[in-house]
């Protein structure tokens, strides 16, 4: 039986990816600081004798005895309230986290993954983005603190399989939602969803015409597994192309939660990307894989959840 590190791991993604190693026939260990994660996404497994919880701070030694064959690094604040009142540890996290992550994957000679992001594209002046696009981020803005650890993570990853021969992993991560996010962690599906379902008005930043893709985490979850299980060193692109107006997306939701809410404009938050859309060419070439929830059928489950935890908002 293989044995499988992950840190983030109650964390909204990390804890999806939890149930998926566990259903792979992998043993788990979960760390998470508990900072913007939460043990209620993995309550389910704590009985599981092959799944183990550790409250760890990665940013400090992490001590793992015996073998571990995969170190998943999905620590991190990754919405940008969190970010933006968490910047010292997101920065940390990224920088020293990933350290302590990748000097432990060298040690036990473990496949490493790190979870990035398609914040390393910043406000990108290519859309769709692909992978051998490099960006277009404010080193000092109010994302940087997690845009620029992502990069950090990214350039110290390769660094480590380039000079140490470590067998690592790079997944890009592009917006992506599903039962488990915060109700009130601030990103737009959330926010929309909890305005839409309790008839208050969504708030659409700046004129709403920037446009994002959003990708249903079983999806996501899929390709980060077929990325693990591949030989792909490089960093690879997964969400979903679909490219809609944060404004269009307001709409969807208010027809799909049959919600009498109207929308409202707010400023629009400094550096917030006017597009988004992944280029996923090279997981399709690569893994196979590509999404197959559509966004009605993915906000359907998304809101049927938030429907049935009205209790997450008071986390
Ligand atoms: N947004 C919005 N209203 C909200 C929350 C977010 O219009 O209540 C917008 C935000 O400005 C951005 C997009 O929705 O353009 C996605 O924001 P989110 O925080 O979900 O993630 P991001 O993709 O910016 O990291």
Known sequence: MTRVLVSGGAGFIGSHLCDRLLAEGHKVICADSLLTGHKSNIAHLLTE?????????????????????????FASPASPIDYYQYPLQTLKV?????????????????????????EVYGDPLVNPQDESYWGN??????????????????????????VDKVDTRIVRIFNTYGPRMRLNDGRVVPNFIYQALNGLPLTV???????????????????????????????????????????????????????????????????????????????????????????????????????????????
């Open 49 to 73: 004798k092959n799944f183990e919880f550790m409250k760890h701070d990665i940013t400090q030694y992490i001590p793992i005895m015996g073998e571990v064959d995969y170190v998943l690094n």
């Open 94 to 118: 990224g920088s020293i986290g990933t350290r302590n992550m990748l000097g432990l994957a060298k040690a036990k000679k473990a496949v490493f993954m790190q979870a990035s992001t398609s």
């Open 137 to 162: 981020v404010n080193p000092i803005g109010p994302r940087s603190v997690y845009d620029e650890a992502k990069r950090f993570s990214e350039a110290l990853t390769m660094a480590y399989h380039n």
């Open 205 to 315: 930043y700046g004129d709403g015409s920037q446009t994002r893709s959003f990708c249903y985490v079983s999806d996501l979850v899929d390709g980060i597994y077929r990325l693990l299980m591949s030989d792909v060193n490089e960093p690879v692109n997964l969400g979903n192309p679909n490219e809609i107006s944060v404004s269009k997306f307001a709409d969807v939701i208010i027809s799909l939660t049959k919600s009498k809410s109207g929308k409202v404009f707010k400023t629009l938050p400094e550096d917030d990307p006017k597009l988004r859309q992944p280029d996923i060419s090279k997981a399709k070439r690569l893994l196979g894989w590509e999404p197959k929830v559509n966004l009605e059928e993915g906000l359907g489950k998304a809101i049927e959840w938030f429907r049935d935890h009205p209790e997450i908002n008071t986390l």
